[in-house]
T-cell receptor, first 107, second 118 residues
């Protein structure tokens, strides 16, 4: 099973600032990496797939990069609606596995 | 608009059973693999099971293998998860998820809570 490790666990950011979230895979997942956003009390929603492709309807301030084992999600200028938990997930191998999440909170 | 609506959650004693359902609409149901993903209270996301588009093949997480059975009725646009021999650690919100074209979890239902407790 591929283990996904996210850092940091919590990120405190002021509105308008840039946020950088990291995700590492225990073995290569090529570019088969997705990011999800989960707001309190809601289901997760797909943000990024293919490591860097924004899913339909997501703002351009969200961007993803990386391949192999190291990945990054960047939120260029945090808006109030972006404070949430973000999960990375690999879909290169079964079982599909998620990172433990990074909570982005208001500083 | 894609809609996935789960039902069937509730409180059950350890060793008991529950059957979750997911009613799908807004897309051609039989064209897509479907999944169940769960989230224990205050915890992260864990993939549980998937079924292919015609129901002929299924795959399970090790933690539920032999206890859970995923199935689908394409005539009713409905996905199921039969959960037997339930344990306290199965307590979670269970999400019905549609596979994406790239193999991601593209659409999620709102979830149904299954609580295993005496």
């Amino acid at each position: 099973e591929i283990v996904m490790t996210q850092s940091p666990a919590t990120l405190s950011v002021s509105p308008g600032e840039r946020a950088t979230l990291s995700c590492r895979a225990s073995q290569s997942v090529s570019s088969n990496l997705a990011w999800y956003q989960q707001k309190p009390g809601q289901a997760p929603s797909l943000l990024i797939y293919g490591a860097s492709i924004r899913a339909t309807g997501n703002p351009v301030r969200f961007s993803g990069s990386g391949s192999g084992t190291e990945f990054t999600l960047t939120i260029s200028s945090l808006q109030s609606e972006d404070f949430a938990v973000y999960y990375c997930q690999q879909y290169n191998n079964w079982p599909r596995t998620f990172g433990q999440g990074t909570k982005v909170e208001i500083k | 608009e894609v809609q996935l609506v789960e039902s069937g959650g509730g409180l059950v004693q350890p060793g008991g059973s529950l059957r979750l359902s997911c009613a799908a609409s807004g897309f051609i149901f039989w064209n897509y693999w479907m999944h169940w993903v769960r989230q224990a209270p205050g915890k992260g996301l864990v993939w549980v099971s998937r079924v292919d588009s015609d129901g002929s093949s299924a795959h399970y997480a090790d933690s539920v293998e032999g206890r859970f059975t995923i199935s689908r009725d394409n005539a009713k646009n409905t996905l199921y998860l039969q959960m037997n021999s339930l344990r306290a650690e199965d307590t979670a919100v269970y999400y019905c998820v549609r596979d994406g074209a790239a193999g991601t979890f593209e659409y999620w239902g709102q979830g149904t809570l299954a609580t295993v407790s005496s």
